[in-house]
T-cell receptor, first 112, second 111 residues
Framework: KAGVTQTPRYLIKTRGQQVTLSCSPISGHRSVSWYQQTPGQGLQFLFEYFSETQRNKGNFPGRFSGRQFSNSRSEMNVSTLELGDSALYLC???????????FGPGTRLTVL | KNQVEQSPQSLIILEGKNCTLQCNYTVSPFSNLRWYKQDTGRGPVSLTIMTFSENTKSNGRYTATLDADTKQSSLHITASQLSDSASYICVVRRGSYIPTFGRGTSLIVHP
């Protein structure tokens, strides 16, 4: 089975721009979660989607949004980028959200 | 406040030696606790998952323990190898699915 894939792997944006990150889960997995990882804060939960519905949301501002499509692929959008949004964004998929999560390699976002 | 604290922050050991990483949590209600290994430049990989009723679980050279009364977990690595060099992250999940992550322990294994 193919693993979780994320595109793009690297992104450079400037403050004020917006960005869309994509995640393709493992085939058959219906839950997709997004995480932000920074050296200072570690891994932080952004949100989880299950069957196209946002099931849980972390403590991030409304500039961070996401969606999930009928094929379970998910996108995450960040609007009005700030310098502090520079981070590794990880996506993880699982069958139901409570079982083992499989992480993708991440998208490294740099905001200048 | 729901928190997960890991110690030590970093650890350097010689190849072949054993080591133990600690995780203390205040997350409530408790659903499960996982240990992840994250190699540099890669996403985390699950090593073990433990529920309230489990107090020991092994995965090869990795053994995790859980004391739900004191809210402490440890990850013991036996006969370390160079490939064990990574960040080890403890994650506690509340009943509502939202996970809380520790900052991780950075382990370096020297030959």
């Amino acid at each position: 089975k193919a693993g979780v894939t994320q595109t793009p792997r690297y992104l450079i944006k400037t403050r004020g721009q917006q960005v869309t990150l994509s995640c393709s889960p493992i085939s058959g997995h219906r839950s997709v979660s997004w995480y932000q990882q920074t050296p200072g804060q570690g891994l932080q939960f952004l949100f989880e989607y299950f069957s196209e519905t946002q099931r849980n949301k972390g403590n991030f501002p409304g500039r961070f949004s996401g969606r999930q499509f009928s094929n379970s692929r998910s996108e995450m959008n960040v609007s009005t980028l700030e310098l502090g949004d520079s981070a590794l964004y990880l996506c993880a998929s699982s069958q139901d959200g409570l079982d083992t999560q499989y992480f993708g390699p991440g998208t490294r976002l740099t905001v200048l | 406040k729901n928190q997960v604290e890991q110690s030590p922050q970093s650890l350097i050991i010689l190849e072949g030696k054993n080591c133990t990483l600690q995780c203390n949590y205040t997350v409530s209600p408790f659903s499960n606790l996982r240990w992840y290994k994250q190699d540099t430049g890669r996403g985390p990989v699950s090593l073990t998952i433990m529920t309230f009723s489990e107090n020991t679980k092994s995965n090869g050279r990795y053994t995790a323990t859980l004391d739900a009364d004191t809210k402490q977990s440890s990850l013991h690595i036996t006969a370390s190898q160079l490939s064990d060099s990574a960040s080890y992250i403890c994650v506690v999940r509340r009943g509502s699915y939202i996970p809380t992550f520790g900052r991780g322990t950075s382990l370096i294994v020297h030959p």
